[in-house]
T-cell receptor
Framework: GAVVSQHPSRVICKSGTSVKIECRSL??????MFWYRQFPKKSLMLMAT?????????EQGVEKDKFLINHASLTLSTLTVTSAHPEDSSFYIC??????????????FGPGTRLTVL | KQEVTQIPAALSVPEGENLVLNCSFT??????LQWFRQDPGKGLTSLLL?????REQTSGRLNASLDKSSGRSTLYIAASQPGDSATYLC????????????FGTGTKLQVIP
């Protein structure tokens, strides 16, 4: 199989603090990982594409200084929500593509992290 | 840019009924289409993946079809059970100008015992 894990699964934090979410590919190497956000009663929206060893590519409208992405190894990408505010409360999901995957290869999704900012 | 629409937004059926969920997309240049299930407050569970060259995929009581030329996919659930209650999302991996995964807004299914 191809398993992607996320940690933590749930986090509650105070406004103004920073929160780091980890996305790991457990049984494969992932050159490319993706971060999505799900607003209440809305669909998942791509936030950024994370490539190992290089800077992430952010989608239009996503603040790169707000949502810091680091993809330091072929099995780990992290999303840090800096100076979190209640409007950042959301469900964040990552996905990963296998190393050397072709364009038709699927993305494998993590279970998601629910962030609540008080 | 790819747009993915799911109809209906919500569906309530009695247990045992067969049902069809619909997904339509605007750009037929796709690598694959995937159906997911999302339980309240939980993450995504992948149900079926259909490559662009395939017409359908089956897993247990689930059958997903793909008509790329018309930009449509359906998820058929046979003999529905209360445990099938969840939100079902389709996701399209585009191969055209917008090479990213686009999710539909989902269909919230409730199966009544």
């Amino acid at each position: 199989g191809a398993v992607v894990s996320q940690h933590p699964s749930r986090v509650i934090c105070k406004s103004g603090t920073s929160v780091k979410i980890e996305c790991r590919s457990l049984d494969f190497q992932a050159t490319t990982m993706f971060w999505y956000r799900q607003f209440p009663k809305k669909s998942l929206m791509l936030m950024a594409t994370s490539n190992e060893g290089s800077k992430a590519t952010y989608e239009q409208g996503v603040e790169k200084d707000k949502f810091l992405i680091n993809h330091a190894s072929l099995t780990l990408s992290t999303l840090t929500v800096t100076s979190a505010h209640p409007e950042d409360s959301s469900f964040y999901i990552c996905s990963a593509k296998k190393h050397l995957a072709g364009p038709t290869d699927t993305q494998y999704f993590g279970p998601g992290t629910r962030l609540t900012v008080l | 840019k790819q747009e993915v629409t799911q109809i209906p937004a919500a569906l309530s059926v009695p247990e045992g009924e067969n049902l069809v969920l619909n997904c339509s997309f605007t750009d037929s240049a796709i690598y694959n289409l995937q159906w997911f299930r999302q339980d309240p407050g939980k993450g995504l569970t992948s149900l079926l993946l259909i490559q662009s060259s395939q017409r359908e995929q089956t897993s247990g009581r689930l059958n997903a079809s793909l008509d790329k030329s018309s930009g449509r996919s359906t998820l058929y659930i046979a003999a529905s059970q209360p445990g099938d209650s969840a939100t079902y999302l389709c996701a399209v991996d585009s191969s055209g100008g917008y090479q990213k995964v686009t999710f539909g807004t989902g269909t919230k299914l409730q199966v009544i015992p």
